[in-house]
Every structure is written in structure tokens, then in C-alpha cells.
């Protein structure tokens, strides 16, 4: 199992070089060579690059992934494909897709929702400076605190109830109201029990 460092083209906070191996997507390419990473894969259609930076890209990496601009997957879809595709145990921390063009930044948060990506939706991580989102499927999920984070938020991608146990704002069937995102929740010194209807669930962590 390798752990994978993904950087994208958008806003991106600090990269930490922790990782067994790293994958730029368009612009986040050529940020990674600027840090002296080795880059073992490049993806996207490049159009944000100069052709100087993009020779320099198709020299240094590994492995290019080269797109046209009129595509169906977004960038960074086609890099996580791009990954799982060589490395199915691959887990992925995202870096660089939250923060910009808000259609960039939703489809972000809403990878699982890829068909060629949500059997891997526990293994996607994606995080800026406030922000760690990480993905559960349907079933009762046990949810653990993140060091560093102060609140925690769901959102349900599916239909029916979504009931919390075990936050200081707990649901359940009786206190059950409907919304998009169940935000500004916190843990009391032990994991969070949340029960998944359908579909999956986006679990953001944050900070101030």
C-alpha cells in the first residue's frame, strides 16, 4: 500500500514531502518539480502551462498522462484513475482542489460520485489549510477525531436518514431534520457512531 501525495492545479497551501510517491495534476506538476520532487506521474490536459514548463514536465516525470481540454473527467479525476489504475491499494491525500473555481472545487468534494472511483472513496483524502475530507460508505461507520481539527461535518451523497450518535450534536429518528450539510459538529473524548442509509457519506473536519 503507497501512500500518495497529489497535488492539483488549483490554490494550493503547504505540500509536505511525506509521501512514497507523488502525482501532479496540469500546474501541480510543475509545482512539484519547483520543490525538487521526484514526480512519478503528470496528468491533465496542460492548458494552464507554458510549453517551457510542459517540455520540462514530459522530461522530469515518470509517467505522463496527457488529455485533450475537451474531455469528460475533470483533471484530477483522471489522475486518481491514473493512480488507482497502477496502484489499486494506492491511499491519496489531494492537495490544490479546494479554494478556486467553485465547479472545481465541488466536483472536488464530490469524487466518490465518479463511478470509476467509488469503490476506492476510503482511500481519497483531501485537504487544503481549514479543511481534511475523507469518504464512508453505506453502513454503520465509525468516525475518529483528526489531531488538529476542531469540528467535524456530514454530508450525505444518497436518500434517507442519517442518524449521529456519540457528538455533542447527536440524530437520530426522533430528532432527525433534513439538510444538505450537518456542520459545526464536535467529538466528546470518543469516536462518533453515524449510520449510513444509502449511498455515501462526505465527512469534512476543519478548522478555524
Not at 489522475?79 to 491514473?82: H, P, V
Not at 491499494?89 to 465541488?106: F, N, Q
Not at 467535524?152 to 444518497?158: K, N, P, R, S, T
Given at each position: 500500500m503507497a501512500r500518495w501525495g497529489l497535488l492539483a492545479g488549483g490554490p494550493s497551501s503547504e505540500f509536505p514531502l511525506m509521501f512514497d510517491a507523488y502525482a501532479g495534476v496540469d500546474g501541480g506538476a510543475v509545482k512539484l518539480l519547483e520543490q525538487g520532487?521526484?514526480?512519478d506521474?503528470?496528468?491533465?490536459?496542460f492548458d494552464s502551462i507554458e510549453?517551457?514548463?510542459?517540455?520540462?514536465?514530459?522530461?522530469?516525470?515518470?509517467?505522463v498522462v496527457a488529455a485533450s481540454a475537451e474531455k469528460d473527467d475533470t483533471d484530477l479525476e483522471m489522475?486518481?484513475?491514473?493512480i488507482f489504475d497502477q496502484d489499486p491499494?494506492?491511499?491519496?491525500?489531494?492537495?490544490?482542489?479546494?479554494?478556486?473555481?467553485?465547479?472545481?472545487?465541488?466536483s472536488s468534494v464530490f469524487l466518490p460520485s465518479h463511478p470509476d472511483l467509488t469503490a476506492y472513496l476510503r482511500q481519497i483524502q483531501v485537504v487544503d489549510s481549514q479543511n481534511a475530507i475523507t469518504y464512508y460508505p453505506q453502513g454503520e461507520q465509525t468516525i475518529l477525531p483528526l489531531s488538529g481539527y476542531d469540528?467535524?461535518?456530514?454530508?450525505?451523497?444518497?436518500?434517507?436518514?442519517?442518524?449521529?450518535?456519540?457528538?455533542?450534536?447527536e440524530m437520530g429518528p426522533s430528532t432527525y431534520f433534513s439538510r444538505?450539510?450537518?456542520?459545526?459538529n464536535e467529538f466528546r473524548d470518543q469516536p462518533i457512531q453515524?449510520?449510513?442509509p444509502d449511498g455515501y457519506l462526505v465527512v469534512i473536519y476543519s478548522k478555524d
Open positions: 520532487v521526484t514526480l506521474l503528470a496528468i491533465g490536459d510549453d517551457n514548463q510542459l517540455a520540462q514536465v514530459k522530461d522530469q516525470a515518470k509517467r489522475g486518481l484513475k491514473a491499494e494506492a491511499h491519496v491525500t489531494v492537495y490544490g482542489a479546494l479554494g478556486g473555481r467553485l465547479d472545481h472545487s465541488l469540528y467535524v461535518a456530514f454530508m450525505l451523497e444518497g436518500q434517507g436518514q442519517l442518524t449521529i450518535a456519540g457528538a455533542k450534536y444538505k450539510v450537518y456542520g459545526s453515524v449510520t449510513v
